[in-house]
């Protein structure tokens, strides 16, 4: 039994999930003394070298120690992929591929701890994160030695004294025959301790009602005008007028839809979220991770405005920014007008057209690239359909003092948007023609 608890308390990951639930600290430090590191809260992953915990009890374990939760490519993973995993909880995906290759960068530099920080995927994360705030058990972490001895030291108690196990009858299918068979005891021990799966009806299942009258009342809208077009009345108009769904729904002959420009989500491109409204409507570009690029890191969609004289010289026209299509109608692929690139194949992957020749003949695709730096044969491959420019690399000494080349490349970009968008259609009155 003393065993059995000095293994519990001597596992990192249970330590860490026995931290938060008590909201004590977990310390980054250098050693393995508590005492040594008066600041050691604010110690960085790419320097410490040991994780300090004071639950259950004061204790230190080395962050390149491996634990028991195994990746999906059979490898375990160390203590401070697990903790830097944890601290990146609430941060979305590019961000969190982004941080783990800053630090891989700081811990293999001249003042960092070695080592490296292993990329968890989306489902290993969430079932890391889900397991250390409380929940039973988990797909990816192995049980303890003394946990799974305890489990097999209960079971067989069970079958001794009857209470599970023993012998059971299996009813046979054939008509005539005996009652039951018998199986062996052991093995119907190993099919009551099996996880049970569930099917459709069993996972969609729910702990309260879910109202779904304002389906019910956008539909009769719908339906509406589906009578209407047949020659039948209407239902009733009365309670219809008062429905806020039909504030969103576009009048015949009403605004013009407004275009769409996706940029890619991957952490290597020049222009993301939060730099691409500086650039297009200032003209200046700013690194996508600085701080001068603004507060719009977690932005999930943006607007810019921009009046393109040879479509509508009276009227701007209103621009939506996404880096995914991931909540797009079918309808919203005729809006977009442009799709920024690095060259990386995979950001088409949930597009509409997912070869890039075809992507390309529906759609202008836009490369940015660093000045003086060759532009990706991949780019190059895909024709005409890609316009490719370059912008001045970052100083960060000068800041965005004498980056005035950076207004000509917009220039360039609107340009190309404003001529492609007029050969597809696009007007003073309407939107493109259908794709």
């Not at 059979?74 to 903790?83: G, H, M, Q």
């Not at 290759?101 to 290993?124: D, M, Y």
């Not at 219809?240 to 969103?248: G, K």
């Not at 836009?366 to 359909?385: A, F, K, L, M």
Request: glycine share 8%; proline share 8%; hydrophobic share 35%.
């Amino acid at each position: 039994m003393a065993s059995a608890a000095n293994s519990l308390e001597s596992d990192p990951l249970l330590c860490l999930r026995q931290s938060i639930a008590a909201n004590s600290p977990v310390v980054p430090t250098t050693s393995d003394e508590s005492a040594s590191e008066p600041d050691a809260p604010d110690l960085s992953l790419a320097i410490a070298t040991h994780l300090q915990f004071s639950e259950p009890r004061e204790q230190s374990f080395p962050l390149d120690s491996t634990t028991r939760f195994i990746s999906s490519d059979e490898k375990a993973v160390d203590l401070r992929s697990i903790y830097f995993a944890w601290l990146k909880k609430d941060v979305a995906i590019p961000d969190y591929i982004a941080s783990t290759k800053r630090l891989n960068e700081e811990l293999s530099g001249p003042t960092g701890a070695g080592g490296k920080v292993q990329n968890l995927v989306f489902v290993e994360r969430l079932d890391l994160i889900t397991w250390l705030e409380g929940a039973a058990d988990s797909e990816y972490i192995k049980p303890l030695e003394a946990e799974a001895a305890a489990a097999r030291a209960t079971g067989s108690a069970q079958v001794a004294s009857g209470a599970a196990g023993g012998i059971a009858t299996v009813p046979s299918g054939a008509a005539g025959a005996r009652a039951g068979k018998t199986i062996d005891p052991r093995l119907a021990e190993i099919y009551n301790g099996e996880r049970r799966m569930g099917d459709r009806n069993s996972v969609l299942r729910g702990i309260k009602p879910t109202d779904f009258s304002h389906v019910r009342k956008s539909a009769e809208v719908f339906l509406g005008r589906s009578r209407n077009r047949s020659g039948h009345p209407p239902p009733s108009a009365g309670p219809l007028t008062t429905n806020p769904a039909l504030v969103s729904l576009p009048k015949k002959g009403g605004r013009r839809p407004d275009p769409i420009i996706l940029l890619s989500p991957s952490a290597s491109s020049l222009l993301r979220m939060s730099n691409i409204k500086s650039f297009l409507e200032s003209g200046v570009y700013i690194p996508p991770d600085s701080a001068l690029a603004g507060s719009t890191n977690t932005a999930t969609i943006l607007h810019i405005s921009r009046l393109l004289p040879s479509i509508d010289p009276s009227r701007p026209l209103r621009f939506i920014l996404v880096d995914t299509p991931e909540h797009f109608k079918p309808d919203y692929w005729s809006r977009v007008v442009a799709v920024f690139t690095t060259g990386q194949t995979w950001q088409f992957k949930s597009y509409k057209w997912q070869a890039p020749p075809d992507l390309f003949k529906n759609v202008l695709g836009i490369y940015v690239g660093w000045r003086n730096e060759e532009v990706p044969s991949t780019v190059r491959g895909w024709g005409r359909g890609v316009t490719s420019t370059a912008v001045e690399k970052w100083n960060h000494h000068a800041g965005t003092q004498g980056r005035w080349r950076d207004r000509e490349v917009v220039e360039g970009i609107w340009g190309n948007i404003e001529e492609s968008m007029k050969s597809r259609g696009w007007g003073k009155e309407g939107g493109p023609r259908a794709r």
